[in-house]
């Protein structure tokens, strides 16, 4: 059964930094593409970031000043670096693995920006 776990949220003060993990239980892990979305409160679900098996990185716009997405394929983890983090990035982070007919997704991780 493929997991991904996602792990690092948690409450920061506006301006502040965290860094998302997405441990993968894949074992292709280097071929998916592997993405970060979020979910505000009352919104629906969108992009944030994409790495694909070549470490291209796509960005939502306007992400891409404060946000870095990377990968560690021996480890099979995926990680979302957050800078200068404002109030309007809180909400539930997902971590999304794509190949093919694949097409999976972690539980999530609550990340809070609030003074």
């Known amino acids: 059964q493929v997991q991904l776990v996602e792990s690092g949220g948690g409450l920061v003060e506006p301006g502040g930094s965290l860094t998302l993990s997405c441990a993968a239980s894949l074992s292709r892990f280097s071929l998916y593409d592997m993405a970060w979305h979020r979910q505000a409160p009352g919104k629906q679900r969108e992009f944030v970031a994409n790495?694909?098996?070549?470490?291209?990185?796509i960005y939502a716009d306007g992400l891409e000043s404060r946000f870095t997405i990377s990968k560690d394929d021996a480890k099979k983890t995926v990680y979302l670096r957050m800078n200068s983090l404002k109030p309007e990035d809180t909400g539930v982070y997902y971590c999304?693995?794509?190949?093919?007919?694949?097409?999976?997704w972690g539980q999530g991780t609550q990340v809070t920006v609030s003074s």
């Open positions: 999304n693995a794509r190949l093919r007919r694949d097409n999976f």
């Open positions: 790495v694909d098996r070549s470490n291209i990185t």
